[in-house]
C-alpha cells in the first residue's frame, strides 16, 4: 500500500473516531466533559473556519480530498458524510438532505452534551 492510500485510510478511520464520538460520547459519565469540548471544536470549525472557506468546513475532510484527488478520485462531494453514504449505497444521496440530517444529529448531540456538563457542574458546586 502506498502512502497516499495509508494517508486516505487514516484519514477514513480518523473521521469515524470523530463522527463516532460526536455521536455516542455524551453517553458515558466519564467522556462528557471531553465530548463538550469535541462538538465546540467541530462546530467552530463548520461556523467560524466557514465564514472564511464555507459552512460545514472541516480541514481534514480537506486534507483527505486532497489525498483522494491525488490518488486519482474526481468530483468528491463537500461532504465525508455524503461521501461515505453513497459509497456504501451506491447511490447518489441528496446533499441537502445528508448536511439536514448531520445538522439535526449534531445539534440534538451539542444540546445533550451542554444541558448534561451544565448539569455536573451545578451538582458539583
Not at 447518489?92 to 457542574?121: H, K, M, Q
Request: with cysteine; glycine share 8%; aromatic share 14%.
Amino acid at each position: 500500500m502506498t502512502g497516499l492510500k495509508l494517508l486516505d485510510v487514516f484519514f477514513t478511520l480518523l473521521h469515524l473516531l470523530i463522527i463516532g464520538f460526536n455521536l455516542l460520547g455524551w453517553i458515558w459519565k466519564g467522556t462528557r466533559r471531553l465530548h463538550l469540548y469535541s462538538v465546540l471544536i467541530t462546530a467552530a470549525s463548520w461556523l467560524v473556519l466557514g465564514i472564511w472557506y464555507g459552512i460545514g468546513y472541516c480541514p481534514i475532510t480537506d486534507w483527505q480530498w486532497r489525498v483522494k484527488t491525488e490518488l486519482g478520485e474526481r468530483n468528491l462531494p463537500n461532504s465525508f458524510i455524503k461521501y461515505q453514504v453513497d459509497r456504501l449505497t451506491g447511490i447518489n444521496s441528496d446533499s441537502a438532505v445528508i448536511d439536514a440530517a448531520t445538522g439535526i444529529t449534531f445539534a440534538v448531540v451539542t444540546v445533550l452534551s451542554v444541558y448534561l456538563n451544565l448539569r455536573a457542574w451545578r451538582r458539583h458546586r
